[in-house]
Structures are given as C-alpha cells and as structure tokens.
C-alpha cells in the first residue's frame, strides 16, 4: 500500500510557472504505474498526465501536451508535474494517483488508479 501527499499548489499569473510534487510513503513506489488528475469546481475530474514504473514511458492529455512535464524519482519516492504557461482553465485541485494495473494509454484511465492523494490546488489567474 502506498500514501500520496501532494504539494506545490498556488496562485499564478497566466503564462507563469509551478511544480507539483507528489511524495509516496508505503512500499513499493517504484512498482507503481503513476498519474496526475484534476478536477475544477463543477467538473468531472480530467487525466492531466501519468508515467510508467521507471519513467521511460509517459503519456499526456490534449489539453497539457506540450506545456506539462511528467517526471518521477524513484529513489526519493516523489512524482513530479512542472507546469507551464499556464492558463486560467488550469485553475483545479490536482491530485495524484498511483496504479498497480495501468500501463500505456490505460495510464488516462480512473478506473486503474487505487490510490489517491488528497489534492492541492492550483489557481490561475488572467
């Protein structure tokens, strides 16, 4: 089993910049498929982002590709999102995920993620 705390959230301008961490506690970290969410007030929670086991493979939403990076440290235990230009609809709470199932295009699926963090918000402002 494996608990996530995220941090790294705040206030922004439009076009600036922040990095998410996600910090894993609990075994096994590196045996774990990983991914970024969010979830605006109203909305359905969205896949951002998610990276295999030992990061050679990640896979990104239409909405971040291109401004987003994914990465991960499996000696430190810690998934990281850097985020860029930013815009205000990337204002949302952000959440980790972490999967013992979810490999390639599953990565952006909700259903394949056992383990949540509890999120920390990112606002944007224009």
């Known amino acids: 089993q494996v608990q996530l705390v995220e941090s790294g959230g705040g206030l922004v301008q439009a076009g600036g910049s922040l990095r998410l961490s996600c910090a894993a506690s609990?075994?096994?970290?590196?045996?774990?498929?990983m991914g970024w969410f969010r979830q605006a007030p109203g909305k359905e929670r969205e896949y951002v982002a998610g990276?295999?086991?030992?990061?050679?493979?990640?896979y990104y939403g239409d909405s971040v590709k291109g401004r987003f990076t994914i990465s991960r440290d499996n000696a430190k235990n810690t998934l990281r999102l850097q985020m860029n230009s930013l815009k205000p609809e990337d204002t949302a709470v952000y959440y980790c995920?972490?999967?013992?199932?979810?490999?390639?295009?599953?990565?952006?699926?909700?259903?394949?993620?056992?383990?949540w963090g509890q999120g920390t918000l990112v606002t944007v402002s224009s």
């Open positions: 995920a972490a999967s013992v199932t979810a490999w390639g295009t599953r990565l952006a699926l909700l259903g394949e993620y056992g383990y």
């Open positions: 609990g075994r096994g970290f590196s045996s774990y498929a």
């Open positions: 990276i295999n086991w030992n990061g050679d493979y990640t």
